[in-house]
């Protein structure tokens, strides 16, 4: 089973950029294409962002042209640069193999965007 920390989550003023950072471990990871989640208070988890194996990205409407997902094989990584952050952005953020099959999850990180 792969194990995910995530980091990097912290308070942002609106407008402002974050970068978060998912180190996994346990599983071959330059053959899993690679997700991000938010989970906005109260609410279910979305999907944000996906890369696959060839580095093909893709993104939720919401963070079109705002979000870049990257992933460094070498380094067991996989990235979520954040900007023009919005107050709707605001929530907990999880990175996961796509398609979850097992279901694992990290801890996550909260990211607060708020003036």
């Known amino acids: 089973q792969v194990q995910l920390v995530e980091s990097g989550g912290g308070w942002v003023q609106p407008g402002g950029s974050l970068r978060l950072s998912c180190e996994a471990s346990g599983s071959t990871f330059s053959t899993n294409a690679w997700a991000w989640y938010h989970q906005a208070p109260g609410k279910q988890r979305e999907l944000v962002a996906t890369i696959t194996t060839g580095g093909i990205t893709h993104y939720a409407d919401s963070v079109n042209g705002r979000f870049t997902i990257s992933r460094d094989n070498a380094k067991n990584l996989v990235s979520l640069q954040m900007n023009s952050l919005r107050p709707e952005d605001t929530g907990h953020y999880y990175c996961?193999?796509?398609?979850?099959?097992?279901?694992?999850w990290g801890q996550g990180t909260q990211v607060t965007v708020s003036s």
């Open positions: 996961a193999t796509d398609p979850n099959r097992d279901n694992s």
